[in-house]
């Protein structure tokens, strides 16, 4: 079992930052980011593979969010600058607890995912 535990939300100005955090309890072998803005589905943001340490984004977020984990006993991470409206949605942490030779990008991808945390960009 894996427990998964976000912080980090909140409010902040166009073109401010944020950084997110997921917190996880059991073995990983890939770990990322998914966010759903009211009315429509979940989609993909970033993610990594722990196994060759391959970090996939989604086009939208390239060269304004970055995700990380320093090591193993370290939150994965997901800092977002340069926000825009269009990024208000609630976030979600996801983890998949067995081997995976690529970087999942989509739901089905995952088999754990944490409660959501709401990230709020206002103009």
């Known amino acids: 079992q894996v427990q998964l535990v976000e912080s980090g939300g909140g409010l902040v100005q166009v073109g401010g930052s944020l950084r997110l955090s997921c917190a996880a309890s059991?073995?990983?072998?890939?770990m990322g980011w998914f966010r759903q803005a009211p009315g429509k589905e979940r989609e993909f943001v970033a993610a990594?593979?722990?196994?060759?340490?391959?970090?996939s984004y989604t086009d939208s977020v390239k060269g304004r969010f970055t995700v990380s984990r320093d090591n193993a006993k370290n939150p994965l991470s997901l800092q977002m600058n340069s926000l825009k409206p269009e990024d208000t949605a609630v976030y979600y942490c996801?983890?998949?607890?067995?081997?995976?030779?690529?970087?999942?990008?989509?739901?089905?991808?995952?088999?754990?995912w944490g409660q959501g945390t709401q990230v709020t960009v206002s103009s």
């Open positions: 996801a983890a998949r607890s067995n081997y995976i030779g690529f970087v999942p990008t989509t739901t089905t991808g995952y088999n754990y």
């Open positions: 059991g073995r990983t072998f890939a």
């Open positions: 990594i593979n722990w196994i060759d340490g391959r970090i």
